[in-house]
Nanobody
Framework: QVQLVESGGGSVQAGGSLRLSCAAS???????????MGWFRQAPGKEREGVAS????????FYAGSVKGRFTISQDNAKNTLYLQMSSLKADDTAMYYC??????????????????WGQGTQVTVSS
């Protein structure tokens, strides 16, 4: 079982930056197995959408078109922590942000159901 805890959310003005963190714990095999880690967000009245993901096998990253060039996903395996650096934030980025883990996959082009572990979320609010 893997536990994921997000932090770093808050309120910021448009054009500002935030860094989200996701600390993982609880699985002895977490650091050695193949997995994809992702950030998702959900705004009120909207469906959950993928924001960015990273595959531990080769470090490849994927971004939603709406955040490409503004957000950067990274991970520190020694700390079992996933990050999302968000810059040039817009009001449309306002949402609850979740991190999730998809274990035992060969890449990050996987369906939402592949993400078996989810954090509780951290709120990001961008005012214009």
């Amino acid at each position: 079982q893997v536990q994921l805890v997000e932090s770093g959310g808050g309120s910021v003005q448009a054009g500002g930056s935030l860094r989200l963190s996701c600390a993982a714990s609880g699985s002895s095999g977490y650091s050695s197995s193949s997995y994809c880690m992702g950030w998702f967000r959900q705004a009120p009245g909207k469906e959950r959408e993928g924001v960015a993901s990273i595959y531990n096998g080769d470090g490849s990253t994927f971004y939603a078109g709406s955040v490409k060039g503004r957000f950067t996903i990274s991970q520190d395996n020694a700390k079992n922590t996933l990050y999302l650096q968000m810059s040039s934030l817009k009001a449309d980025d306002t949402a609850m942000y979740y991190c999730a883990a998809a274990p035992g996959v060969s890449g990050c082009r996987v369906p939402l159901l592949a993400y078996q572990y989810w954090g509780q979320g951290t709120q990001v609010t961008v005012s214009s």
